[in-house]
């Protein structure tokens, strides 16, 4: 399946999206069957695309020669099923690698990860993204998350100089910058809420013209994510509301007691599931027994898919 980048901004314009997280075995070390068996697992549920390597994925803490693994991976198994969507980041150099070897491996765009440095002014952070973006043919998104906080100017210019930067995500939360580079940007873009446990704003962003979002828990009960995005998509309230209330909330409970459990909080979902896809890596941290006991009475409350 080849995609050009237009072709990729229509697929993500509409569906959910998730990110899978990344197997590691006893050792900590990449586990390419058991993640070929997960994205196998996946695959069938409904996800428009599938991130690999993004945040859930742990891209922040893999070596190179594992992403090159992790990608050809992704791409081999889910072979005529569904997009894979390669995420990328650091510095410009080191993230134009990262894109470049996603190319070409065959991945069908690039998710471009804030660059992690500390500080940097606007008009640099817009040069790193249109270096990346060059750098490639394929579809880019850009991540505004943590340090990278690009506005409505910005991101204008920076369509007007790249044609292949067709997604937009948002991991801000800010309203008024949403609205505001949804309106200036119409249908430019294809946009994607990206905060943690997106459920939680989804309706609120649909009413924002941000009907499409990534979701983390398709990692472990992927049918209860798949109809909570149905029941957003028909504005069935009373589903949504329900699954809010049993399901999402007290899982913020869980997610929000430490630093990084955002991640975490995923594997032990799929751990509990059957699909253990083995610890995080430093300095993530996994959850703790007590933890996990009450994660798995929330998934036994939506039937534990």
């Not at 900590?28 to 549920?45: C, Q, T, V």
């Not at 699909?275 to 939506?302: F, N, W, Y």
Request: aromatic fraction near 8%; proline fraction near 5%; hydrophobic fraction near 45%.
């Amino acid at each position: 399946m080849s995609l050009n980048p237009q072709d990729l901004k229509q697929i993500i314009s509409a569906g959910l999206l998730s990110f899978p997280v990344t197997d590691f075995d006893a050792n900590g070390d990449f586990a390419a069957a058991s993640y070929a068996r997960r994205l196998e697992w996946l695959a069938p549920y409904g996800a428009s695309a599938l991130f690999a390597a993004g945040g859930t994925g742990e891209f922040f803490s893999l070596a190179p020669s594992e992403y090159s693994d992790i990608i050809r991976t992704a791409v081999d198994t889910c072979r005529g099923k569904v997009p894979i969507i390669a995420g990328a980041g650091g510095p410009t150099r080191v993230a134009i690698a990262y894109a470049q070897e996603a190319e070409r491996l065959g991945a069908h765009g690039v998710l471009l990860l804030p660059h992690y440095l500390t500080e940097a002014s606007p008009e640099g952070i817009a040069n790193h993204v249109e270096a990346v973006c060059r750098s490639v043919s394929c579809g880019v998104i850009v991540y505004n998350r943590a340090v990278c906080r690009l506005n409505a100017v910005q991101l204008e210019r920076l369509a007007e100089r790249c044609p292949n930067l067709i997604g937009y995500k948002d991991g801000l939360g800010d309203i008024e910058l949403m609205v505001s580079i949804r309106r200036r940007l119409g249908e430019r873009f294809a946009y994607l809420g990206g905060l943690p446990t997106a459920e939680v704003y989804a309706a609120a962003y649909r009413a924002l013209g941000v009907p499409v979002y990534s979701s983390a828990v398709f990692n472990f009960i992927p049918k209860t994510a798949m109809d909570f995005y149905r029941a957003i998509a028909a504005e069935d309230h009373e589903t949504v509301g329900r699954l809010i209330d049993t399901f999402f909330l007290p899982y913020l409970d869980i997610r929000n007691r430490k630093q990084g459990y955002a991640v975490s909080i995923i594997k032990a979902g799929a751990r509990l599931v059957g699909h253990d896809a083995g610890p995080v890596r430093a300095p993530l941290t996994d959850l703790s027994e007590e933890e996990c006991a009450m994660l798995q009475r929330l998934i036994d409350k939506v039937g534990g898919q």
